[in-house]
């Protein structure tokens, strides 16, 4: 246990002071007073161009840091130097990052290391490393930012390794959509986003779709001149060409592609990759010389141990080829190497299916499931109280229903009441004992001579039938009576116990019931025509004195009167 712990702490003292050992290194006087953000633009312009400048970008970073032990500097020193090596030095440089990221509790920098290293473990085929780091890198990166969808991309090439193509694609066109969204199509990143979906689409056998981004992932590349990214363009490009059969077209894209490749030997899958797809054209046309490119797959595939599942159908061919020739020691060869070959595709797949159900998916789902679980009790919540209000106002509405009911019920009985008793008169008018104006009057008080004159005046007007005037009003009576609006008004108060309005509607409706009940020629006319014969300019006044006085209606009353004359 002790030589463990002494063997880590001598690997993380390496990793620290001597796999970065700069020494020697002076910066250029052209370099000292760049801050790091043009000293990291420069490094992007030169990455892809000119590495040997890149480096030197790389390093400036990297001493002006730990001089003026500027922990941001160092950090970004490291990842640089990170982009600048594919070998294993590439994680000494991302580990140091990490450390130097949680002295400054940098979220971001740390995101962008665990990223570097799941992408570092997945092109070695290490897919469960790739995917706990991957998850690291998520939980340090800020939701909705571009590292957050960034990592996405990279857990959906994972996806690829499941053939899981649906749940890939959605995760790389994720990435795709926020690049463009946020307008950040000139980046590398967009570049390589756009070769991911050309992969994912040529592995998936939507060979239409990949070749659109391959067309457009060599737009990219004219601005961003990335050798490695039109190797690997030209590479998707070439296999989707013979795919459909072009073998003369699809051999020389190929053959330039493994150029290419050869000025990056660190890019090993797609070596391999390309290498297959040569011998498969070459084994087409009966071209013996496709062995030397399967055998050459072979080679790879043993010492690295990374294998897909495309590259695997060399051993059958390989075989098949040993069994015509009757070589049967190269037959056994290559069966022993493709049951070696099955066995790490088996571990690998396994694994990873396991660790991206377990550490990926399931948390997914059960994210999802604590949001639709609060999305449906939200909904109830919601639903809960529109029933309750629906329920009250059903409720409100049954109400209504039976006091209407209740009403019209009512309307009915004091028809048919009124079809058999009058209308209450209103006070007597023919003699002036029934007053007794010895009480005490209004404040304004009226001599027992005029008032008594006035009863007689109202008496006639009863008589008369001068209510049914529809032009009779309070002024216009006022006058005839040879007195004022007020003491008229004042009058009929103590007279009648009512306002002159309430008198006058009274005197109507008593007259139009009665005549109703007698007159059958009447009861054949329209309320509009009752109410004129009443003295009512419109139905409308018509209905709400009948009602206020008799507690019915008119159209009550004329139905009980038809039913009585039944």
Not at 27 to 47: A, G, H, M, W, Y
Not at 48 to 73: F, H, P, Q, S
Not at 506 to 528: F, G, P
Request: proline share 2%; glycine share 2%.
């Amino acid at each position: 246990m002790q030589k463990k712990i002494f063997i880590y702490f001598l690997i993380l003292c390496q990793n620290l002071y001597f796999s970065q050992s700069i020494k020697g290194f002076h910066i250029p006087d052209s370099l000292r007073n760049k801050n790091i953000k043009q000293v990291e633009n420069s490094f992007k312009k030169t990455l892809y161009t000119d590495k040997t400048k890149a480096e030197v970008y790389a390093n400036t970073a990297l001493v002006e840091g730990k001089k003026n032990r500027n922990n941001e500097k160092i950090a970004e020193g490291y990842q640089m130097l990170y982009q600048l090596n594919n070998d294993k030095s590439a994680l000494l440089y991302l580990d140091s990052m990490i450390t130097v990221s949680k002295k400054i509790q940098d979220s971001e920098y740390l995101s962008k290391a665990y990223r570097n290293k799941g992408v570092y473990y997945y092109y070695t085929a290490e897919y469960s490393k790739s995917l706990d780091n991957y998850l690291i890198a998520k939980n340090y990166a800020k939701k909705g930012s571009e590292i957050f969808y960034n990592i996405n991309s990279c857990i959906g090439l994972l996806k690829l390794e499941l053939e899981d193509y649906r749940e890939a694609l959605n995760l790389l066109l994720g990435y795709k959509q926020y690049l463009e969204k946020n307008k950040l199509t000139n980046d590398i990143n967009y570049e390589k986003c756009l070769y991911n979906l050309a992969y994912a689409y040529h592995v998936s056998n939507k060979l239409d779709s990949s070749n659109y981004y391959v067309k457009r992932g060599f737009e990219q590349n004219l601005k961003s001149k990335d050798k490695d990214l039109y190797a690997s363009l030209s590479l998707v490009l070439g296999i989707n060409t013979f795919k459909q059969a072009n073998y003369n077209l699809a051999l020389p894209i190929l053959n330039e592609a493994s150029q290419l490749f050869k000025e990056n030997p660190n890019n090993v899958q797609n070596i391999a990759l390309v290498e297959y797809y040569i011998g498969k054209i070459l084994y087409h046309a009966n071209n013996e010389k496709f062995l030397d490119r399967f055998e050459k797959v072979d080679s790879i595939i043993t010492k690295t141990k990374n294998v897909s599942y495309e590259l695997r159908n060399t051993y059958p061919i390989l075989i098949e080829y040993y069994k015509k020739t009757g070589n049967k020691e190269k037959q056994l060869f290559y069966i022993e190497h493709l049951l070696s070959v099955d066995s790490i595709l088996s571990k690998n797949n396994k694994l990873l299916t396991t660790e991206i159900n377990n550490k990926y998916d399931t948390p997914l789902l059960l994210k999802e499931k604590e949001i639709l679980i609060s999305d449906l009790n939200s909904k109830n919540y919601t639903l809960f109280w529109i029933l309750g209000i629906v329920g009250g106002i059903m409720i409100y509405l049954v109400y209504l229903y039976k006091e209407n009911r209740k009403k019209l019920k009512n309307y009915q009985n004091k028809a048919d009441l009124l079809t058999e008793y009058p209308v209450s008169p209103p006070p007597p008018t023919n003699s002036i004992e029934t007053v007794d104006f010895q009480k005490e009057k209004p404040k304004a008080t009226l001599s027992n001579d005029k008032l008594e004159q006035l009863s007689r005046q109202l008496n006639e007007f009863e008589i008369e039938k001068r209510f049914l005037d529809k032009k009779i009003n309070l002024d216009l009576l006022s006058k005839e009576f040879n007195t004022n609006r007020a003491y008229l008004s004042r009058s009929v108060n103590e007279l009648k116990g009512q306002n002159f309005s309430q008198y006058l509607n009274a005197l109507r409706i008593q007259y139009i019931v009665s005549e109703l009940k007698t007159n059958k020629n009447l009861q054949k006319l329209t309320i509009a025509a009752i109410a004129d014969e009443a003295g009512y300019n419109n139905v409308e006044s018509f209905t709400n004195a009948f009602k206020k006085i008799t507690d019915t209606l008119p159209s009550y009353f004329m139905k009980a009167l038809q039913e009585n004359n039944k």
